[in-house]
């Protein structure tokens, strides 16, 4: 499998998905620590992929992306944005409500097809 066709299943697969550097509990960086807690603190889980350990995907993700850095994030998706992002949208309100819309939309979809 190439490298983008992972990726793209990675994020078909993942609802909430953060590309960060370490994991939620180990981040081994400020912004991805940063990402992490706005996350978290939204009450709903998400899946990760630490780039630190997936050196194909830190290499392919910012070009066929157009985001440069890490963390991450992908909604539903769609590319959300980096650390700032995160952060506004969160002190904002609005990662809360879309990920809230998101989880609700996933949940009514498996329940429809079991």
Do not use: H
């Not at 190439?2 to 793209?8: T, V, Y």
């Not at 180990?26 to 990760?48: D, H, I, K, M, T």
Request: charged share 20%; with cysteine.
């Amino acid at each position: 499998m190439k490298i983008i066709d992972k990726i793209k299943q990675q994020i078909t697969d993942n609802p909430i998905l953060l590309y960060m550097k370490g994991s939620p509990k180990l981040p081994s960086c400020g912004f991805s620590a940063q990402a992490v807690q706005a996350l978290s603190a939204c009450g709903e889980r998400f899946a990760y992929i630490d780039v630190l350990i997936t050196p194909d995907i830190r290499a392919a993700l910012p070009k066929w992306a157009q985001w440069p850095t890490f963390p991450q994030l992908w909604i539903d998706g769609e590319l959300i944005g980096g650390c700032d992002i995160i952060i506004e949208m969160y002190q904002r309100g609005e990662l809360q409500s879309l990920i809230k819309k998101t989880v609700d939309k996933y949940n009514s979809q498996a329940q429809n097809n079991p």
